[in-house]
């Protein structure tokens, strides 16, 4: 089992940034892909970013392309999300979640079948 914890979520004005920390702990082993994804009230969730622990490869969803970016620590074991010129359509609850045996290169494409999950953390950008 894989469990995640994730932090630094608030409220900011746009145009601010934010830094958002999951932290992964239990069992890593065959766990390729880590992600951040959020849930804008009264919408479904969506994949913001993935990376791929082992390549280090980072894809990200169209709308914050140039404004975030994911990273990990060289323990591989926490996953940051930098985010900065937030604006409204941000808003949401930014869950981390992790991926276990899937191709390593997939993961953006296999985001619909993250398979554990944090709690979340509340992003809110007002205007």
């Known amino acids: 089992q894989v469990q995640l914890a994730e932090s630094g979520g608030g409220s900011v004005q746009a145009g601010g940034s934010l830094r958002l920390t999951c932290t992964a702990s239990?069992?890593?082993?065959?766990?390729?892909?880590m992600g951040w994804f959020r849930q804008a009230p009264g919408k479904g969730r969506e994949g913001v970013a993935t990376?791929?622990?082992?390549?280090?490869?980072?894809y990200y969803t169209d709308s914050v392309k140039d404004r975030f970016t994911i990273s990990q620590d060289n323990a591989k074991t926490t996953v940051y999300l930098q985010m900065n010129s937030l604006t409204p359509e941000d808003t949401g609850i930014y869950y981390c979640?992790?991926?276990?045996?899937?191709?390593?290169?997939?993961?953006?494409?296999?985001?619909?079948?993250?398979?554990?999950w944090g709690q979340g953390t509340q992003v809110t950008v007002s205007s």
């Open positions: 979640a992790a991926l276990r045996s899937a191709d390593s290169g997939r993961c953006w494409t296999h985001r619909d079948t993250y398979n554990s």
């Open positions: 239990g069992s890593l082993y065959n766990v390729p892909c």
């Open positions: 990376i791929s622990r082992g390549l280090d490869l980072k």
